[in-house]
Nanobody, 124 residues
Framework: QVQLRESGGGLVRAGGSLRLSCAFS???????IAWFRQVPGKEREGVSC?????????NYLDSVKGRFTISRERFQNIVYLQMNSVKPEDTAVYYC?????????????????WGQGTQVTVSS
């Protein structure tokens, strides 16, 4: 049974940092974990993805490149999203997700399992 749970969201000032965590279970050794975000009225957009075994990373959002970093604790089933130099436009609900497919994608419809999300609010 696949389960994902995000934590670490909250209120942060612009320019600050936040680290989101995704604790997961039931993901096979060659699976992938991705971070998405969504604001009301907009589609869920892919941020980054990491392969569970090799730790290969993929980034999908130009607006966060150089500021957000995905990483994993390989033997603890945790994936992180380190968010630095945050901006008000980073305000969103952040989700982690995994898929039955064994490759990373920035497309939400390719993912089968989702966490409940964690709210990140960046004040100006």
């Amino acid at each position: 049974q696949v389960q994902l749970r995000e934590s670490g969201g909250g209120l942060v000032r612009a320019g600050g940092s936040l680290r989101l965590s995704c604790a997961f279970s039931g993901v096979p050794v060659d699976g992938v974990i991705a971070w998405f975000r969504q604001v009301p009225g907009k589609e869920r957009e892919g941020v980054s993805c990491i392969t569970k075994y090799d730790g290969d990373t993929y980034n999908y959002l130009d607006s966060v490149k150089g500021r957000f970093t995905i990483s994993r604790e390989r033997f603890q089933n945790i994936v992180y999203l380190q968010m630095n130099s945050v901006k008000p436009e980073d305000t969103a609900v952040y989700y982690c997700a995994t898929t039955r497919k064994y490759y990373c994608s920035g497309l939400a419809y390719e993912y089968d399992f989702w966490g409940q999300g964690t709210q990140v609010t960046v004040s100006s």
